[in-house]
């Protein structure tokens, strides 16, 4: 065993081989993995080698896709069968619902280029003989994908990876991981101990005992999951028999359960409700090639609808049941990055779909380590994303809510329930009563819109569909009432958010913002760091507010902030509270070791109020005693002021374009201010308002969000960041990369477009974009929506620079049809920001 490498894997399932795998493929070659017994003997022996490419997120889809393509590569590169059966997957619709979804998947899979066809029930059962399609709308199919032998992928993966010079090292256990004041890591094992620079978690069901040794929560827990085999089936063989095709993988959504054809049977997973997570202290240290008793009565609605579907599923018997823990995260995605706190620790961990995503997270993961990124986008599986709030008992109940709801319908506007409330601002239970709607982020509670205090979604709306997926709401508030129905298209909330709009823009509104991220940066060498890592210039004159981009070693986005200096020295920055642990991650790792710099948290000492709109100076003047003036308290400037007998850091920005404050106060005043607000504010029309009417009008003033239009795949200049970028400032993290690159032409422009033709379901993102009448894609929609202000429907988008003109016009597919579209000038809505300025 080597004493020295530049990277250790920890854990040798298929995960793990894959990143060893990778790593040696990008040249480092004196790297090592170690594995406490033989490899796969963890989850990966007992997984069903399921390749699907479909996924809603655009992190995950483009790793799914990526593997898929490499597995047919690796058995050509090493000369062994991985059991990889392009089979194709057939996805069934029910319901209408199900359709919406498949078709605004289908832009997700477009725009990464993955291939979804579209089929007729007829198709269907040419596809799979005896399938009975009453009640079938209809299906789309992965022609490129099928399943693979898990333990064949591992070996064939082990194999290359050996044949490039890395070290695979079986039965040999991890004791303790010790970083050393370079950074650098030994590694101790029983069989002697190795010197790395880098360590990558891969331990699947041990990760929480691998986290204990690093002093990390790492937010993983498996669940059980159950899949039956089958003895042979007749009508198989003989349709075998005659020439017939292997079975496709098929899966019926709607029921919540996926079928195979396995060695003349069928293999049946189906993911039900009240599946245990297990192993929430990690397996028994002789754990190996476990499984835990079956539970059938678990799965027998599951059962009985696949019979109904396949009758002859039910003619046959059982052979086999297998009842394994998959790992599983709060929001189901696995998390592939550096680990927070810890420098040159990474975790690829948490996979609940390990065989298909094992291939393209361990190329992005090798990217990383080695080239300093990934060369897409991994918000969306970044480890970061949870905080510390996800321990023990969240997990337990969001992990189990993850896994019941694989299946399930993913409406792009769900709140789900489980954990929650967790986060509370202390104006939430006033909110509450004024007829909030809450969702969440980062474990916080916040209003999405506001209904009124009798109104309830009617019973003959919910849950249309007799289906075991048919959820289309979240569960009664604590009035007692379903106030909201998800769906693809304009839902019932729609009207709603239109008068929160109209309040703002006519009068006032109040939001609360609470979950900002916030973070002190203090000391001597503070405005210099700031200024050395951030594009844009730090101002220098105290109290003025800068829109601030970090940027990634190649010129991308990686994070965004707010910057305020409140006292000498002394900076206060905001970021997205979805995103807290990531940014001030990232701000502590580049902070110097020479104690000029300070660093301090301070998201919960302090609450957020947003008061917007035309009418919100007269209301704050009537509680404050600074003059708030143009003259004395300008755009984009931030002061110290009372409000009534509290007091808070007024800063004169927001995200939706009206005259307005931010109100950054001391957590514990919050009530007292809401309350003067709310009191002096009926004569001024104060409203409440959510997250979804500041969505709107956003989408009217172009302003982006990360990871939507602020992305480390799109350069700063190609998201359009000209006015807060300045290369002639001096040095700063990504400056000559980013000049560099913009010098031999972007490959993107950032873009507004208005949209006709819409009646009910208006762009949210992801869309494919067209060229017009025409099937040649040219770019995607970041985000999109209703501009109530502007009348008309909106998307924000990135394009090829050749179609970013004002006036170009092009297609964009809303749920499967094209909808006209054109480039409208940037921020449509009030263009010369006089209503900011007033």
Not at 783 to 789: A, L, P
Request: charged share 25%; glycine share 10%; net charge negative.
């Amino acid at each position: 065993m080597r004493d020295k490498a530049r990277v250790v894997v920890v854990g040798g399932g298929v995960v793990g081989v894959a990143t060893l795998y990778h790593l040696a493929k990008k040249g480092w070659s004196d790297v090592a993995l170690i594995e406490r017994r033989e490899l796969t003997s963890g989850s990966t022996w007992h997984a069903a080698g399921l390749l699907p490419l479909f996924n809603m997120s655009y992190s995950v889809g483009q790793i799914h896709k990526y593997s898929v393509r490499f597995y047919q590569e690796l058995a050509e590169e090493t000369g062994m069968d991985t059991g990889f059966r392009k089979v194709s997957n057939v996805r069934l619709a029910r319901t209408k619902d199900r359709w919406d979804e498949y078709m605004y998947y289908a832009g997700v899979a477009r725009t990464i280029g993955i291939d979804v066809k579209v089929l007729r029930p007829e198709e269907i059962s040419q596809i799979w003989p005896y399938v009975e399609t009453e009640g079938l709308l209809g299906a789309i199919q992965h022609t490129e994908d099928g399943y693979i032998q898990p333990a064949d992928l591992t070996q064939a993966l082990a194999r290359g990876a050996r044949n490039l010079g890395a070290e695979i090292n079986r039965n040999t256990t991890v004791l303790a991981l010790e970083q050393q004041a370079d950074d650098s890591w030994i590694v101790k094992t029983d069989k002697g101990d190795i010197n790395a620079e880098h360590v990558v978690s891969a331990t699947g069901n041990f990760v929480r005992k691998t986290g204990e040794m690093v002093g990390l929560d790492i937010p993983v827990i498996p669940v059980e999951h159950q899949y039956i085999v089958t003895e042979a089936v007749p009508e198989i063989q003989e349709f075998r028999k005659k020439g017939g095709a292997e079975l496709c993988v098929l899966r019926e959504s709607d029921s919540s359960w996926y079928m195979r054809e396995e060695a003349g049977g069928l293999l049946l997973g189906p993911y039900e409700i009240g599946a245990p997570v297990c192993y929430v202290d990690g397996p028994d240290k002789d754990s190996e090639y476990e499984l835990f008793q079956e539970d059938l009565d678990r799965l027998m609605p599951h059962i009985e609808t696949a019979i109904t579907r396949v009758p002859y599923f039910g003619e046959v018997g059982i052979k086999k049941v297998y009842n394994g823990a998959i790992a599983y995260t709060p929001d189901g995605s696995p998390m592939v990055g550096p680990a927070w706190e810890l420098k040159n620790f990474w975790l690829n961990e948490g996979h609940s779909f390990g065989v298909t995503a094992a291939g393209g997270a361990g190329w992005q993961l090798a990217e990383w380590i080695v080239e300093g990124e990934p060369s897409i986008d991994m918000m969306g599986v970044d480890p970061r994303r949870f905080g510390p709030y996800a321990s023990r008992g969240y997990l337990k109940a969001k992990n189990e809510e993850a896994y019941a709801n694989v299946f399930t319908l993913h409406y792009p506007d769900e709140e789900r329930a489980a954990a929650r409330p967790l986060k509370r601002a202390p104006c939430y239970d006033r909110m509450a009563a004024l007829g909030a709607v809450f969702g969440s982020v980062y474990g916080w509670e916040r209003p999405n819109w506001f209904a009124p205090l009798d109104y309830e979604v009617p019973e003959e709306d919910l849950d249309v569909d007799d289906t075991l997926t048919a959820d289309n709401h979240p569960p009664a508030d604590q009035t007692g009432r379903i106030r909201e129905r998800w769906s693809f298209r304009r839902s019932n909330y729609f009207p709603f958010v239109g008068e929160e709009v109209k309040a703002v823009t006519a009068g006032a509104g109040l939001l609360d913002m609470s979950a900002f991220a916030k973070m002190e940066v203090s000391g001597p060498g503070a405005r210099a760091w700031l200024d050395a890592i951030f594009a844009n210039r730090i101002p220098k004159k105290r109290g003025r507010i800068a829109l601030c981009h970090l940027l990634t070693p190649t010129g991308g986005v990686r994070s965004e902030f707010t910057v305020y200096e409140w006292a000498k020295d002394r900076f206060y920055l905001v970021s997205a509270g979805a995103f807290e642990r990531h940014d001030h991650d990232v701000l502590f790792k580049l902070c110097p070791l020479d104690g000029s710099v300070r660093l301090r948290p301070i998201t919960t000492q302090y609450g957020v109020l947003v008061l917007a709109g035309p009418r919100s100076r007269e209301l704050l003047q009537k509680l404050t005693d600074s003059d708030l003036s143009n003259e004395a308290f300008p755009w984009l400037s931030g002061q110290f002021v009372n409000v009534g007998i509290a007091q808070a850091h007024a800063l004169r920005v927001n995200f939706v374009g009206e005259l307005g404050w931010e109100l950054h106060h001391p957590i514990e005043m919050q009530n007292t201010i809401f309350d003067l607000l709310i009191r002096e504010g009926a004569a001024f029309g104060l409203k409440p308002f959510g997250i979804r009417a500041m969505d709107s009008m956003r989408l009217e003033k172009s302003y982006r969000l990360i990871p939507r239009e602020l992305s480390i795949e799109y350069s700063a200049y190609e998201s359009g960041l000209d006015r807060f970028v300045h290369p002639n400032k001096g040095e700063f993290l990504g400056r000559d990369a980013l000049v560099a690159r913009h010098g031999e032409g972007d490959k993107w422009k950032f873009v507004t477009l208005e949209v006709d033709g819409i009646t009910d379901a208006d762009p949210r993102g992801n869309e494919a974009i067209f060229s017009p009448g025409a099937d040649e894609l040219i770019g995607r929609a970041t985000s999109g929506g209703f501009g109530w202000r502007l009348g008309k429907s909106v998307a924000l988008a990135m394009v090829k620079p050749e179609h970013g003109g004002e006036g170009t016009e092009m297609d964009i597919a809303i749920l499967g049809e094209k909808k006209r579209g054109r480039v409208i000038a940037e921020s449509p809505f009030d263009p010369e920001n006089a209503r900011l300025r007033a």
